[in-house]
């Protein structure tokens, strides 16, 4: 069964910074995109940036230039380099993973991490 799992979350200051990273599991023989999504406490979930396979990466204007998507395909790994933290980023990062190609499913598949919480604050 396909899972995601992130790790390197925590509390930093502000102006600090943090890298996360997912790993997705199971047997899987394809990932078309990867990335994170956030959601802080009373507001929406948010796309934070993605990366497609072929190296394609869109970014939140609020997190452009401060946060860096990274993924290593032969891991099925993503990363998410932050910096500059503001206390505007807190929030729960989720990774996501959308055209997956595994033994679980003959189409491809969307899943979900469980998420890691930041919290920016002094």
């Known amino acids: 069964q396909v899972q995601l799992v992130e790790s390197g979350g925590g509390l930093v200051q502000p102006g600090g910074s943090l890298r996360i990273s997912c790993a997705a599991s199971g047997s899987i023989s394809r990932i078309n995109v990867m990335g994170w999504y956030r959601q802080a406490p009373g507001k929406q979930r948010e796309l934070v940036a993605v990366i497609s396979r072929g190296g394609s990466i869109n970014y939140a204007d609020s997190v452009k230039g401060r946060f860096t998507i990274s993924k290593d395909d032969a891991k099925n790994t993503v990363h998410l380099q932050m910096g500059s933290l503001k206390p505007e980023d807190t929030a729960v990062y989720l990774c996501?993973?959308?055209?997956?190609?595994?033994?679980?499913?003959?189409?491809?598949?969307?899943?979900w991490g469980r998420g890691t919480l930041i919290t920016v604050s002094s």
């Open positions: 996501y993973a959308d055209g997956v190609w595994s033994v679980d499913s003959f189409d491809p598949m969307a899943y």
